[in-house]
Nanobody, 119 residues
Framework: QVQLVESGGGLVQAGDSLTLSCAAS??????MQWFRQAPGKEREFVAV????????YYADSVKGRFTISRDDAKNTVYLQMNNLNTEDTAAYYC??????????????WGQGTQVTVSS
């Protein structure tokens, strides 16, 4: 059974940093992503890390502020978020895909973790 379990969300102030974690189990993946969905908006892609080469890609809105990384020994992916602003407020979802090269396609989803940034 595939499981993606997020943790690390919370309430922070603008300018603060926060790190999200996603622990994966049940199978191996070709890539793992973070998406987010703000109230009243569609879910949007945030970042992805690809196996086995470790390449990463980011949405323009977070480039330079967010960093996605992985710990293969722990089967965990992280999203380090720096210089947060109120527009980053959203539910953040960990996802994973198995189709090579389709790095924004997700086959499995976590339950989400809420990030709220106050001004």
């Amino acid at each position: 059974q595939v499981q993606l379990v997020e943790s690390g969300g919370g309430l922070v102030q603008a300018g603060d940093s926060l790190t999200l974690s996603c622990a994966a189990s049940g199978r191996t993946f070709r890539h793992m992503q973070w998406f987010r969905q703000a109230p009243g908006k569609e879910r949007e892609f945030v970042a992805v890390v690809v196996w086995p080469d470790g390449n990463t890609y980011y949405a323009d809105s977070v480039k330079g502020r967010f960093t996605i990384s992985r710990d293969d020994a722990k089967n965990t992916v992280y999203l380090q978020m720096n210089n947060l602003n109120t527009e980053d407020t959203a539910a953040y979802y960990c996802a994973a895909g198995v189709v090579p090269k389709k790095v924004t396609a997700a086959d499995y989803w976590g339950q989400g973790t809420q990030v709220t940034v106050s001004s």
